[in-house]
Structure formats: C-alpha cells, structure tokens
C-alpha cells in the first residue's frame, strides 16, 4: 500500500525558513507529479507547488519567488523549501503524488497526513 508522510512542521518567526520532506513508500511504478497542498482554518485546501516527473514546476501566486519545489525521483521523495515565511502561511500542508502501482494500473492521487506550519512571533 501506497504511503505518503511527511516532515519538517514546526513554528517559526516571520521572515523565517522550513524545509519539508515527503517520502514515498510502497509499490510504486511511476510517480507522475508530486507535490504540496495546504489548508488554513476555515479555508479550502489549496495548491501551493507542485513538479512533474519531467522537471516542470507549478506554483501559487502568493509563494512564487519565496517556496522552491524540488523531488529525487531516485528516493521517490519530494521537498518544499519556504523562505520569508508570513504568518499567512500558516497552515496544514499535504503532500500530494499522481502515481500509478504498476504498469497497468491506473494513476491515482495520494495524499500524506499533513503537517502543520505556524509562522509567528
């Protein structure tokens, strides 16, 4: 069974740094895109970054220039690096992989448990 955790939450001060981790686990034939996703209270999930397995990146408007994405398709792990963290970052962020289990099965998304980021002084 396919399995996405994640790591690397944690408090920090405004204008600070986290990195994330995502590590993949399971019987995986082929990880398509992967990704971040983050949910504020009382707000919907949303899209903050995500990579395909060719290198192209995708990014929200409110981290461009701050989040960088990166993924080693080697480990099948997949990172966010967040920098000038503002408080409104401060969310539950969730890993995300469109992968398929095999070569004949149909792809698929995946989610982690989320791990929450608080930016606050």
């Known amino acids: 069974q396919v399995q996405l955790v994640e790591s690397g939450g944690g408090l920090v001060q405004p204008g600070g740094s986290l990195t994330l981790s995502c590590a993949t686990s399971g019987s995986i034939f082929r990880l398509y895109v992967m990704g971040w996703y983050r949910q504020a209270p009382g707000k919907q999930r949303e899209l903050v970054a995500t990579?395909?397995?060719?290198?192209?990146?995708n990014y929200a408007d409110s981290v461009k220039g701050r989040f960088t994405i990166s993924r080693d398709n080697a480990k099948k792990t997949v990172y966010l690096q967040m920098d000038s963290l503002r408080p409104e970052d401060t969310a539950v962020y969730y890993c995300?992989?469109?992968?398929?289990?095999?070569?004949?099965?149909?792809?698929?998304?995946?989610w982690g448990q989320g791990t929450q980021v608080t930016v606050s002084s």
């Open positions: 990579k395909t397995r060719f290198g192209i990146t």
């Open positions: 995300y992989a469109d992968l398929s289990v095999d070569e004949l099965g149909a792809r698929g998304d995946y």
